[in-house]
């Protein structure tokens, strides 16, 4: 029969890459990589060669293969995507950039932010794009929120309140912190103005199920200008929130990535200050909030982490920094590392680095 | 290097197929096809071949063609799935079965009843499974109401009030009733017990934008027993809404299929009855409805394309009717038609077939 | 002991009113005369006058009497609201017109709209204020929207769909479209601009429930230019909706009244319109429209009964045509009365009067 | 004329009440003791007699006096609800037990735990009813909650998780914490079993809009058994949330108390342990949970206001505890000021008494 299968060579321009790690996350690598059009996916690899060809699936003529080296070893890859248990990030992303390749390593980009930033040092002194796979940073909610806050309509941005709870596996290597948490901070990086991030923390985690980690946390990351920023993070919530409210001198935004059709809405805040004189013959101000009209600016639906490939492609291409660079992933290590020295503490505020 | 890709021939027992059309739904049926353990997809096919070759994307050893014969004439090809446009459903279904093809077609059926008892009747003679994609069969939640209304547990069904509206193309080809209201027609199918399916129409369409055709329609059909079924369909609603309300003697059940996290929920109902006796001295019933207490049961996030597509694969292997065989999208057909004969008329009740 | 009970008189030119009918909506009308600033109330009247008592409540000088006649020769009452079963609304009303009182008749108006008629024939005679209790259309929310639809930001108006379905008392002596479509009517009629009210109808009330009365009922009614208004009523669904959409040719308004943190949401529609040529080379239009931007007003909170009850006494004091007005009423009742006629002619479409 | 007003005595067994305040709960407090029939409000004290005069309401024989002394000297007063600012409910409190006069008083009891506790020991040594106003907890859900704890539907209790928040008055003589917490206090201190309410404290107040204090607030509350309780309370929140997760080891219960239709939902826990064997070749376990099928009963709509004046009248009649007593009272007030006492040590966990 004269049918014919697809072209067996990639275009001009794309981006050669290889995927390691078959695990949870590299099926969306992999199918991000082939619908994106500046990337051609030469390889999967993963220990475990047959985890690695069920992830590329049937009919496809990705290679796969179980030895690492061989991708380093392989001129036509110039870039990695590295999604393995994060104690393995240092070194792969250190021998593929001493390799020559672009890396882009799942989060968290280390187990520490001295790690972390051995990382982002070595691509930068080889010249090579090193990005980290904060994945929300290029969902559109967070797209219109950087520029909702960058074109002023919020104001002055006082707090920041975020819940991001559901049932889910009671992880054995990292605790509900560390899961969860690079979420919320690479977002806050990704939309606070730069030099604005978290200077203290105090946070508190609880492990009412025996676990052995905290399956339950609260943390609170003081601002510069009294300004706070909350998350709740949980493993153990029956209903899924996904709900961050960000509030502005001028404006309140509210979050609700659960809510498909009104993702994002905008709240016009109606105060009331009055100047009293109370009963000791103090003037005060009195402030009465009412909540004014509300705004749900239509979203596309486009793909994040495609977005982020392209990101990824692009940089590698035509040069530029990634919107979730190595470094976010430093900023984010070292929010971490102070949650855990506060609640060592017991919850006490210790400063950020 | 010594990577290797993926194996070049089917397994034991999976089931030769091609896709024929990569429009809008052609993707959908690769992706099913290629993630089932049961199916081994061959070939696409669209008379324009660089669409096929976009739909299979990157990195494939599926073959394209422009040329519905040479799928015909391939004896590794055992079944083909139909997904072009409606006025070619009647030729190319025909074909296929006389080549001893297995077919899988997108709804509607064929353009007619009469139609698509030729199809089923061709496939019933060469004893070939025939097919209709009435995908919302096999989601989970059709799945529950079936059982729930097979246990008898909603006890005698009364009414079923279904909205399924969004802000939608207007299409060229079709209009809202045939576009949408197969849906409806082939869930009630299902759930319904055998010979229960409507049994007069009442329609009445609306075009209230100059579209040429019903954008926006309203459809009664009288079930046996004095029961009714309602269905808004609409192209024109801001608000996307797929909502179902099924009520029974004993028990409502709703099915929100915009709501994730519960989709189907059951209502007990709380019925006091008394007898009074009026002005008139009459004895009369009084009811009063109370909302009982609500169960929403978890139900799985299975795709239903894929199980519909394993339902064909193994219908095709060991035999059985599948759940949305051709005849379902007969009866689909009759009421469809018998739509169209109210609308012009002007809404009068008219019986199906 | 010295202290001192409320005043025992009426304030300068609040209105003498008093209630007949202590039954389901009795109460609510004492309480909101009681809480407006323009009226004072005397009297509650009720053949079972121990009813009339537990209304008025413990502690209240308001007086009490089952004797109609009672109230028409007392002079301080200005005006009546009869809140007593639709078949004594035509005597009720007459008499009272007859004695020189203004009256405020609970919906419907009366049992036909001939008899409407005459009480609004009557009271226009006579000079005085005959005023309908529609509630809705003092409500927020329908000030909201007839000022969307006056200030032309909907732009033409293409359809309404309403949807009034809850859990409730099968009632005697009315069935589920006299029940509740006076809402829809009363409200469509104080939205839409004068004169494009329905032209014709046509209905559909099912009994799924052998209540020997419609329990459910569908109702479309042909607006002037290709319009169309939709109406689902129903008594015996579980869950309560209260959602009206209008769709104009400018911008959806959707009303969803069960949620009070965002009762009105308006859409941008966004829409593309592409001239093409079809396969026969006839040029076509088509469209498709996307969900645009969505913006939600903060309403005020106030009590519907109360704007009412203060127009009701305006219109007393200072001249003027309640927005409520018996002509209204009438016109409800046209439609109501082509409701029937249309039930009965199997769904048939008659025309309205 | 001949109509009657109604009875102007109390019926046998009603207790005679007056209100000690007209602001902003007063008008809640009469219409309750008016409904309620085994209550008979004499009187409503206000300093400003023109405000007592407005909540008492037109046609009213309820007495009215700026002059508190004046209901303590009246024998037919049995019980006086106290509803005045925070600082004076001490003197007002005692003044009313020396008086023999049963006590209601709105939340906060007093000032201080200690001064709470003086009134709870002088009500009891006068054998007097002394109740604390802490509303929610007689609503039909916080029942309901109560009852699935007691029934041991949940397991154990591994969490809660409130929210409570709004945009609101951002008062004067009070902050986020002292205005909004004894709502959940006094729940925790209803649901949970007896001496398992809070053991230890960490709150963290933000003032992000310069109020002078705090508006936004943190607390964690260490129950015994490793539970925890987190209360998030604001007062600039632009959506209103009233949410309350109980996580217990064999459902969790989750109250929306601004969803209407569904306040509680109980969900069944699936959990998958599993025991395996991880690197070091030690043997862990394995969480894995599941979100099961979801319940939510029918609750009545019952006032819960009208509940506490029963349970008030019904005490001070019949002898027994009312649900909220004055002991209620002094343990919300021991856990506020370990709140204060966390805050002004930035955090840090503090022993609650």
Redesign the interface.
Known sequence: ???????PTPQDGEVGVAVIGAGYWGPNLVRNF??CDRT??W?VCDLD?QRA?TV??????????S?FE?LL??DRIEAVAIATPAATHLPLALAAIEAGKHILVEKPLALSAADARTIAEAAERAGLVAMCDHTFCYTPAVNRIRDEIAAGHLGRI??V?S?RIN????Q?DTDVFWDLLPHDLSILDSVLPAGTGPVAV?A?G???????KPC?G?V?LLLPD???A?V?V???????IRNV?I?G?LR?L?WND?DP??RIST????VDIAE?E?EDEQR???????????????LTDAEALQSLVRDFATCIREGGTPRTDSWQGVRVLEVLEAVDRSRAA????VPVR
């Not at 590329?56 to 293969?65: A, L, M």
């Open positions: 029969m004269s049918m014919t299968s697809g072209p082939l619908n051609w996916l390889a060669e060809r590329v699936g049937k009919r496809s003529s990705i290679e796969v293969t030895r061989d070893a392989d006082q707090y309140d819940v049932l889910g596996l009671v054995r105090s508190l609880v492990d009412p199920i025996g676990a052995g339950v609260y609170s009294d300004a706070i909350h709740h949980s493993w153990l919530s029956p209903v899924k409210v509030g001198s309140h509210v659960t059709t009104q709240y016009e805040r109606g009293i109370d005060q101000l009195m402030f009465q909030y009412r909540t004014g009209d509300m705004h749900a600016p239509a017991d919850g006490v505020l």
